[in-house]
């Protein structure tokens, strides 16, 4: 592979973040054990590399579908890697680009987690649920007390 | 060098596919890249999954094409560091201290000293996995870990990250070659995250029907053709019913098994009940299959399987 280990590295990096942002807790450390992963594997074929990366960003079952469906929608549509990188790459360029990256990646988030996204505003509202009963619960005990 | 000689760790995914073939455990593609990767890197495998998919069994298999021990920690609730590290041999210690007065020994220091050396420690499976072996760094099992309690996790953690162990008499003991780690989890409970971290996880699932016929075949020799593709057809369709605990691979391997020895060439629904409970281990879900539901399965699956031919 005539890969620059940089432009793996930022790849890598991007969907760590955007699985972030589906929902599934990523530390720093598991980009650099993916990065490490990958480059133990050796990026053969597509499904080796799916299930290197799910052998270290994956570490509860739920979470294998919120991978799954990032995943797809990552890497779909580039011929491979090499495509892929190319058209991550006016992302990374120089200094100009910094301005624009925090919008950049949140398109790219966007477009990618418009299903995992669904799944945590649920998550979201079934908290707030949840908040909602234990103070109306506070308010009658309150009342109970004062009377 | 004997024949077990240790072998090195397999080069590619690929080898470590034919690996485990070669011990007859057919494993999914994706089970040997995590496998793969953990030997590579020298991480610990973290296998979920449901009892009886052959998570504990994968330890064996590396054990045995790889040549190494294999150490194996039986997690159960109230599993403490005397039953899981190390222990004094307390009864042990007395004696040779009544010993030593016996013989006019009163020097404390030297009693103290002679009573905590090696000689007097209890070795338990974590300790040994940390012990040098001349057959390579050891497999360690550490089986059904949601059953322990959540300090004991904590410990383990601790010892997993530095493959070390400190005993106060004695010094700190460090693994000079760490051990293959392999922890299961029934998922009884969540373990915890900063466990899991430290660890390749792979969720093992049960096998597509395909590919528990292929392991049916190869783990039971005897089973004909037809009976093998019903046991499969008929174990999968239980697996869709919700049931308190659904058939595991090990079942489906002793069903075929039995079946095998009872001379079936096919399913007929009489049978189906009467075997029923090598298959299903709780009164709730053989209750369930009670009455036509039997029959019913038998024939659906029939008509599965002639759609699939």
């Known amino acids: 592979m005539d890969d620059p280990q940089g432009r793996l590295a930022e790849n890598i990096l991007y969907f760590a973040r955007a699985l972030r942002a589906a929902g599934i807790p990523l530390g720093p450390r598991s980009v650099l054990d993916a990065l490490a992963a990958v480059m133990a594997a050796g990026v053969g074929t597509k499904e080796d590399f799916y299930w290197t990366l799910h052998a270290v960003f994956v570490k509860r079952h739920e979470h294998s579908v919120l991978f799954d469906q990032a995943f797809k929608i990552f890497f779909r549509k580039r011929g491979y890697l090499e495509r892929l990188m190319a058209m991550m790459s006016p992302e990374m360029t120089g200094a100009p680009a910094q301005a624009d990256q925090p919008q950049a990646s949140q398109r ?35 009342k109970d007390f004062a009377r | 060098m004997t024949k077990n000689a240790t072998k090195l760790a397999p ?74 590290v190390y222990e004094w041999n307390y009864a042990a210690q007395m004696i040779a201290i009544r010993a030593a007065e016996a013989e006019g020994e009163h020097d404390s220091a030297r009693i103290q000293n002679d009573v905590f050396s090696e000689r007097f420690l209890i070795k338990r499976p974590l300790l040994q996995a940390l012990e040098p072996d001349p057959s390579g760094a050891p497999i360690l099992l550490i089986d059904e870990l949601d059953r322990s309690d959540e300090a004991f996790e904590a410990f383990l953690l601790e010892v997993l990250a530095d493959f070390q162990v400190t005993i106060p008499e004695l010094g700190t003991i460090k693994a000079e070659h760490p051990p293959i780690v392999v922890i299961t989890s029934n998922r009884t409970r969540e373990i915890h995250d900063a466990l899991k971290r430290r660890c390749l996880y792979h969720w093992v699932g049960y096998p597509t029907a395909s590919r528990e016929l292929e392991i049916v075949r190869a783990k039971v020799p005897g089973v004909g ?12 369709a239980l697996r869709k019913l919700d049931l308190f605990k659904s058939p595991g691979v090990a079942e489906t391997l002793d069903w075929a098994t039995a079946l095998s020895e009872l001379d079936a060439i096919a399913l007929d629904p009489a049978q189906v009940s009467d075997t029923l409970g090598v298959l299903l281990k709780y009164q709730d879900d053989i209750a369930r299959l009670e009455g036509g539901k039997v029959k019913e399965l038998l024939d659906q699956m029939q008509t599965e399987l002639r759609a699939a031919e």
């Open chain 1, 108 to 142: 790219v988030l966007d477009a990618l987690f418009q299903g995992a996204e669904k799944i945590e505003r649920e998550k979201e509202e079934v908290e707030l649920d949840a908040r909602f009963t234990v103070s109306d619960r506070e308010v009658l005990e309150r």
């Open chain 2, 11 to 84: 080069s590619s995914i690929d080898a470590t596919l034919k690996l485990l073939a070669d011990a007859n455990y057919l494993a999914d593609r994706s089970l040997a890249t995590v496998l793969f990767l953990a030997l590579k890197m020298g991480r610990p495998i973290f296998l979920e999954g449901e009892a009886g998919v052959g998570k504990t069994e994968i330890a064996k298999v590396l054990s045995s094409t790889l040549g190494r021990r294999l150490i194996r920690l039986q997690c159960y609730e109230g599993l403490d560091v005397g039953s899981a």
């Open chain 2, 225 to 236: 053709k037809k009976l093998s593709e019903q046991v499969v057809g008929f174990v999968q």
